[in-house]
């Protein structure tokens, strides 16, 4: 009979903590930019619900960005946007809203790109600007090319579980327009170590980098929020059979801290 009750009172542990989740998590997406963006998002809706169940917390994803209203915000304590960023007024109105109350937000590659002229202009000077800080996108890497990242602020709850130095999966890496090292309130997390360097193989010239900072996760310390640059995988696009060749989500390290900022964006104290 023991034995019985202990199985008993597992089971019902693992009921309730299905139905009290610590925070619940709401990811947008739009999954029509690029392949390699694609990939990713795909990857995330995999990755997420099985991070979701083991963490109790619940993880719901659309690709209907009219749900970014208040209404449809309230459910939920921390949102994602997996790529790209909303476009109508009313809904950059409710996201900003949301965050100036206390929300929180984590953001991937794509996600923070602009750049005038494009599909996607710098249009919006609160995100690009004051939320992200980066403003515009500058230019890029190529190939996807793994990096070693350097750990930047060692105690970030984020960053407390990470070495000072880890290889990352294959990734297409940004530069800005923006200085981040001089806006006092972004706290730069990790940075591509010089170590990485000469980081892409081309065929442009100027898509290999051989020096300079390169900062790829950071936080802005007047919003609950953290920018990832990581979200392009690597495909097959020389010999056109665009068969995915990398995830993001496939390394250990970088999982971890994706948890640790999952857990601390929802403000579960550990």
Known sequence: MKNIFIIFCICLSNICGAQNPQFKVIAFYTARNDLAHISFVHEANRFFPKIAKQYNFTYDSTNNWNN???DFLSHYQVVLFLDTRPDSLPQRQAFEKYMKQGGAWMGFHFAGFALTPSDF???WDWYHNEFI?????KGNTWHPTSAILRVEDSTHPTMK???HLFKSSPNEWYSW???LTKNPDIDILLAVDSSSFPLGNGPKLYEIWHSGYYPVVWTNRKYKMIYANMGHNDMDYDNHTNKELSFQFDNEIYDRFIVDALLWLGGVKK
């Open 68 to 70: 970014l209203n208040a």
């Open 121 to 123: 202009p710098q249009n």
């Open 133 to 137: 800080g980066a403003g515009q996108y």
């Open 161 to 163: 579980r990470l070495p």
């Open 177 to 179: 327009e923006k200085d």
